[in-house]
């Protein structure tokens, strides 16, 4: 596994281990602005309006703020949009100048600004677990965009995790298919033994074209670091690099800062499987991926790999941006139906129901149940928001949820990289890379 001797988070290979050393971790945190000593917020009233704050204000952050301004105006939440952070002052101005918000260029000023309660992190996927980590040492309750961290650091989302614990904060990630009521169904099946003991899953995410990537917007080709555009808070603890207006604008296109469809697209497919299963850690990751269409980018675009969990379920989740034929049904934002296969039968989804299929020489019937409603961005947010209301900690997709599903995509990516199957040491907490 690559890194840079200027990253904070130096990473230890020992016992083929990937462990990034408490000291490091520490100093990392310390170097990104992440303070211990921040006095938490009282805990929002349930009758109060709760004013949110946004962490960085690029393209999918407009999408969350259109859905908190027509709650806003729907009345079917209090909250306004209060604060508006980025690393590029005229995006953080422009957005903030529209829902009559204050505009900031350092986040951890915000976070200090008592008018907000909740905050949506929106940023580069290197910088969410720092954000996040501070974000509930100040008292504030997070919907962060997926991926729960960044792929390369394990020990970072461990932390970030344990902070949202230990705070009692309310934590979201953005895998809004977590709102399709279709999962909930399922898992409550599958926890009822209707399939038996799980012990295959097929799903996948397909799509063509690499727009998520290239296709980002650069609005200003000519903006460069000084008062207006801070480079050295968008590298983070990334490798250091002199200024690119690329990276800037298009950083899902580049390793340092994303990993293509594995941290982008795959928690929405493998986000649902986890919470129906009820499973934790992999046991067991093997992967294979690339660039096979798309050249221009450092992150691939086709990516495959084979999840064994200690529960004896192996989850195969598959993936291109070089088609998008999905071979199955597809549900809300695009992601292939699981087909989830148990030893006295299979769950499928069609339309809306949930379809169970008797196994070979089962004395089951086939059956079929209703699926109350399908993913809805706004009722995800809805939760979140009902969550921090009354000081419930059960969201559609909670911080632990989210820990869970980072590993075993950060152990995918180990493994496409080295070649090697990664394995996790569960007293440990670690991953463990073999035959490397």
């Known amino acids: 596994m690559r890194t840079s001797p200027s990253q904070t988070s130096a990473i230890e290979c020992s016992r083929r281990r990937f462990v990034i050393n408490a000291a490091s971790l520490s100093a990392a945190l310390g170097a990104a602005g992440v303070h211990a000593g921040v006095a938490p917020a009282p805990t929002t009233s349930p009758t109060s309006r709760l004013g949110v704050g946004f962490i960085g204000a690029g393209s999918r952050a407009g999408a969350h703020m259109t859905v908190i301004n027509w709650l806003r105006t729907q009345a079917k939440a209090a909250v306004d949009i209060v604060a508006v952070c980025d690393a590029w002052r005229p995006r953080a101005q422009a957005a903030a100048t529209n829902f009559h918000a204050k505009a900031f260029m350092d986040y951890r000023e915000l976070l200090a600004d008592p008018a907000v309660d909740v905050v949506c992190i929106s940023t580069p996927d290197h910088l969410h677990g720092y954000q996040i980590i501070d974000a509930v040492r100040a008292g504030k309750h997070v ?4 991926p729960f961290t960044h792929w390369r650091q394990f020990e970072l989302a461990k932390k970030a995790a344990q902070e949202v614990a230990k705070s009692g904060r309310v934590f979201q990630l953005g895998t809004q298919g ?6 909930h169904v399922a898992r409550k099946l599958i926890a009822d033994g209707l399939i038996g003991r799980p012990i295959h899953v097929e799903c ?7 727009w998520g990537e290239r296709g980002m917007p650069i609005p200003d080709r000519n903006a460069r670091p000084g008062p207006d555009l801070n480079w050295e808070a968008f590298l983070g603890d990334a490798p250091k690099r002199d200024f690119d207006v690329s990276r800037f604008f298009r950083w899902r296109m580049y390793e340092d800062y994303a990993g293509g469809p594995v941290t982008d697209l795959f928690p929405h497919t493998l986000t649902p499987v986890v919470s129906m299963l009820g499973v934790s850690f992999p046991a067991r ?49 695009g992601h292939r139906c699981p ?3 148990g030893w006295e039968g299979s769950l499928t989804f069609a339309g809306k129901e949930v379809v169970f299929t008797p196994a070979a020489g089962s004395k089951s019937t086939p059956q079929r149940f209703a699926i109350p409603h399908g993913e809805d961005f706004s009722r995800h947010w809805e939760n979140f928001l009902d969550c921090c209301r009354r ?3 059960n969201t559609y997709s909670p911080a632990q949820l ?5 590993t075993a995509l950060i152990m995918g990516m180990i493994s496409s990289r080295t070649g090697a199957i990664t394995a996790f040491d569960t007293a440990r907490e670690e991953i463990v890379v073999r035959g490397a």
């Open 143 to 146: 919907y962060c965009e997926k």
């Open 178 to 183: 977590m709102s399709d009521g279709a999962w």
């Open 204 to 210: 996948g995410y397909f799509r063509v074209g690499d």
């Open 285 to 333: 990751v093997a992967a294979i991926g690339g660039i096979y269409r798309y050249p221009e980018r450092e992150v691939p675009d086709t990516f495959n790999m084979l999840i064994e969990y200690p529960e004896k379920v192996v989850v195969a989740v598959l993936g291109t941006q070089g088609n998008n034929d999905p071979g199955a049904n597809v549900r809300g934002s």
């Open 339 to 341: 087909v989830i296969r």
């Open 391 to 393: 000081g419930n900690t």
């Open 402 to 406: 989210a820990y869970h599903v980072q």
